[in-house]
């Protein structure tokens, strides 16, 4: 039996129907056609469904749209005049922080959380708080290089 959910997602108020065991990442891709937020392992280990609820970080594949009523989500989508994400996206093409793209969008969310909890870390303290969210192709380097790069950016270094 499907159920119906009505949250705000990106800013505007939607309602849909949806089976209970539907997964945000699911609901926002097929339902509401948002299908910048990618799907991976689907163990909530890869990172690569990383969207906002409620303005925190979590991880699609293993929220259940259901939990999400009356919530507030975000995708990369909802982000795009984002003042953090948009200096984000210029220093991970300057830093040649992506290339098959598909972490991106999960990677453009968690970094945007690191900038917003933290002024400045190592890039060891860095790394650590990029664990949770993999990227096969770059080896981490540029994206490092990039997020440090925002970092300084907004302490004016």
């Known amino acids: 039996m499907k159920s119906e959910i009505e949250l705000t997602l990106n800013g505007s108020a939607i309602a849909e129907?949806?089976?209970?065991?539907?997964?945000?990442?699911?609901?926002?891709r097929d339902q509401a056609r948002k299908t910048g937020t990618h799907l991976g392992c689907e163990h909530g280990s890869c990172g690569a469904c990383t969207?906002?609820?409620?303005?925190e970080p979590?991880?699609?594949?293993?929220?259940?749209?259901v939990s999400c009523r009356g919530r507030s989500v975000t995708t990369i989508e909802g982000l795009e005049n984002d003042e953090i994400i948009v200096s984000l996206r210029r220093a991970f093409k300057?830093?040649?922080?992506l290339q098959c793209g598909y972490c991106t969008p999960g990677m453009l969310i968690t970094a945007?959380?690191?900038?917003?909890?933290?002024?400045?870390?190592?890039d060891a303290e860095l790394k650590h708080e990029l664990a949770g969210n993999l990227c096969r192709c770059t080896g981490y380097v540029?994206?490092?290089?990039?997020?440090?790069r925002v970092m300084g950016e907004r302490r004016g270094t």
């Open 112 to 122: 945007r959380d690191i900038i917003q909890r933290f002024q400045a870390l190592n």
């Open 51 to 55: 969207l906002l609820l409620d303005g």
């Open 94 to 97: 300057a830093e040649h922080a």
């Open 58 to 65: 979590v991880r699609g594949c293993l929220t259940l749209a």
């Open 17 to 28: 129907h949806c089976e209970p065991r539907t997964h945000l990442a699911d609901f926002v």
């Open 142 to 148: 540029g994206i490092v290089k990039a997020i440090q």
